[in-house]
């Protein structure tokens, strides 16, 4: 079974401080990972995704993202954070079912940017 | 394009009323699914359909009906609410069902039941 751990609920960081976010997934099998944000009473933004190549995956805002097949980890970084990137982060996995996609997603982060 | 659009963006129900959530998308995407985000515990899977005609379970479906009529629309049925069923709603939709594909998401629908 595929499954997604997401290893802290929240992260407070100072303006323009690195931040990590850190996800780790169990998986037989070859995967896709994602990195979604939700900012406040918004729905789900696509971030990033790695499906194969260069393990170093860069997204939108100045996020980037490391797979790493050794460790089952897809860590989310960026060097200089902002206020606005105050948002909910979430790490998923896709899983095919019956020849259907689904996402499992971790149980998400809460990153809050401190002035 | 609007994208994934979804109504209403607040409900309250009582105890045992029912109610449809809708979720239209405008990309002519095959793949359209109901996930519900409750604190703590990600986004879960409710039913998802690969295309109009098919739909499925996912991992909490019970409770829940959909049906996919035309490909543009996916609307949730709570056929009688309870508040365990308190969340909030989230359609997505992909152009395909394979792996890897981006799914879309609509800006959600808070429901509370009491």
């Known amino acids: 079974a595929q499954s997604v751990t997401q290893l802290d609920s929240q992260v407070p960081v100072f303006e323009e401080a690195p931040v990590e976010l850190r996800c780790n997934y169990s998986?037989?099998?070859?995967?896709?990972l994602f990195w979604y944000v939700q900012y406040p009473n918004q729905g789900l933004q696509l971030l990033l995704k790695y499906l194969s190549g260069s393990t170093l995956v860069k997204g939108i805002n100045g996020f980037e993202a490391e797979f790493n097949k050794s460790q089952t980890s897809f860590h989310l970084r960026k060097p200089s954070v902002h206020i606005s990137d105050t948002a909910e982060y979430f790490c998923?996995?896709?899983?095919?079912?019956?020849?259907?996609?689904?996402?499992?997603f971790g149980q998400g982060t809460r990153l809050t940017i401190n002035p | 394009n609007a994208g994934v659009t979804q109504t209403p963006k607040f409900q309250v129900l009582k105890t045992g009323q029912s109610m449809t959530l809708q979720c239209a998308q405008d990309m002519n995407h095959e793949y359209m699914s109901w996930y519900r985000q409750d604190p703590g515990m990600g986004l879960r899977l409710i039913h998802y359909s690969v295309g109009a005609g098919i739909t499925d379970q996912g991992e909490v479906p019970n409770g829940y009906n959909v049906s996919r009529s035309t490909t543009e629309d996916f609307p949730l049925r709570l056929l009688s609410a309870a508040p365990s069923q308190t969340s909030v709603y989230f359609c997505?939709?992909?152009?395909?069902?394979?792996?890897?594909?981006?799914?879309?998401f609509g800006p959600g629908t808070r429901l509370t039941v009491t």
């Open positions: 997505a939709s992909s152009y395909s069902n394979k792996q890897g594909s981006e799914q879309y």
């Open positions: 998986s037989s099998v070859s995967v896709y």
């Open positions: 998923a996995v896709t899983l095919l079912i019956q020849g259907a996609q689904k996402l499992v």
